[in-house]
């Protein structure tokens, strides 16, 4: 009641008395603050508020109620913002505490957040398992998007208009206006980048149409501050002003995101009007990166400037960075973990089993993890056995660590390589080079079950 009308919700919760409410109403009521806040664009007040019913939420019996929506709202702000590890961080933890269509929206949102950290295939292969589990139709708009996004950042660029336009009708046959703008707005990235300005000057026609609050607003005036100058309305000069512009609204909402794509077309504006300051916004950019703790969200938008890519190599070579770096792991009929093409040599047995199991349970406790992966060990030694595949796998592959996270006393895979799992193949239907038993030289209970939970993967019809 409070979401249908921002400026009439913003005056009701402006009146509400903490004081005479119960601890339960209070969750409830910063949890309905953030949505207000993030629907009128005020994503750092979104932010405190959702993290506020966080807080407060762990102390009261109604945790397993309320908890899965707020964290769920955290992952959500965190990925709008542009910080996807710790957007990923919620995401994962809601991920065990969500069933049914919550846990199906929950890992959909989660690999969007896996393509801004670079984990292409990681995300292709979720997207492409969910597909053929079969998700709501409503969800179906939101995962064209995701694909399209992929594809234009694996430079598939005719894969990814499909996707987009894809998204947009079944947008409008469901009337979902905000996943036909955002489809929309990428679809003018890419006409631009292809040169097809009546396109993208239809398509901003329409998109101008669905904006709905400030971010939207925001949004849409950089793809059309780019239309303009393409069809030579604005100067370059006009357009890296009106981008200047921009960067400073992105940076005061705290889209940070948002706004290196900004300081990336800045920089393509400056490097093109023969401007040296083209390499001081690439300092900027590059440090919003480091804070931002990723790089790879930027690779669709480095498309529109080979030139400055090319030249960024040399002056800002971490800037321009590539995750091509594929690290698979094979638990089908053999145990064995391979990074760029070359077998991992970790001296510990069950070093790709402890792997595969944070693939598949992403945060666990260690009683859960010392049940399930050590059931017959001493618990002293399977504790330090499982601490040191911890340093060995941190030691052999650079960017990859089982962290613990002190707050909620659970361990989780972070990453910022791309993962290839066999099983997560055979789930997205996809052929694998063996199909054999699930950890072979496991036995235990854990893997039995998943390989049993398997079996219809392995009688599915290619």
Known sequence: RFLERSEEAADQLRHVNLDTLSEYDRVFFYRIVSMDEENNGNLREALRAAEEAWKRVQAIPEYGILAPSILAQLGLLHSRIGRAQRSLWFLERALQITDGTEHLKTRLRRTLVLQMLGRHHEASTELEALRRQGIPEAFLPELKFYQGEL????????????????????????????????????????????GSLEEAGALLQRAQELVSDKTDRLNFRFREVQYLLATGSYSVAHA??????????????????????????????????????????????QALTVTLQSRAFLAREWLAFPELQRLARRSHAELVGTTDSLLELHTLGEERIVLAGDTVRIPLKKAPEVLAYFLEHKAVSLD???????????????????????????EHV??????????????????????????AEMRAGRRVAQMGPFLPGSGNDWALMLDHALERYRTDEP
Do not use: C
């Open 368 to 394: 859960q993890l010392m049940t399930d992966i050590f059931p017959d060990e001493k618990p002293r030694s399977a504790k330090s056995y499982f601490h040191q595949v911890r340093h060995q796998l941190k």
């Open 398 to 423: 650079e960017g990859l660590e089982i962290e613990f996270d002190r707050e909620a006393k659970l361990y989780r895979l972070k990453s910022e390589v791309d993962i290839l799992w066999d099983v």
């Open 240 to 285: 890296e002003h009106e981008l200047n512009a921009l960067d400073e609204e992105f940076m005061e909402m705290g889209l940070l995101q948002e706004q290196a794509y900004v300081k990336l077309h800045r920089a393509g504006l400056l490097l093109r009007a023969s401007q040296d300051g083209y390499l001081r916004v690439l300092d900027d950019l």
């Open 151 to 194: 594809e234009w950042a694996a430079r598939n660029t005719h894969a990814a208009e499909l996707a987009f336009r894809s998204a947009i009708d079944v947008s409008r046959r469901l009337q979902l206006a905000y996943e036909e703008f955002l489809a929309s707005l990428s679809l003018i990235g890419l006409a631009l980048i292809g």
